[in-house]
């Protein structure tokens, strides 16, 4: 199973739109990046 992460405000009013973020850690990502963009 994979572990998430996951941020939402403390205090949300009926009908506001709020910013949700998730974060999760998948077994066969690494994190690794060669470059900036994700290659050379």
């Given at each position: 199973m994979a572990r998430?992460?996951?941020n939402v405000p403390k205090?949300?009013?009926?009908?506001e739109v709020?910013?949700?973020k998730?974060?999760?850690a998948h077994p066969m990502e690494t994190g690794y990046r060669?470059?900036?963009n994700g290659s050379n």
């Open positions: 998430a992460l996951v205090v949300a009013r009926q009908g709020v910013e949700i998730a974060m999760i060669i470059g900036p």
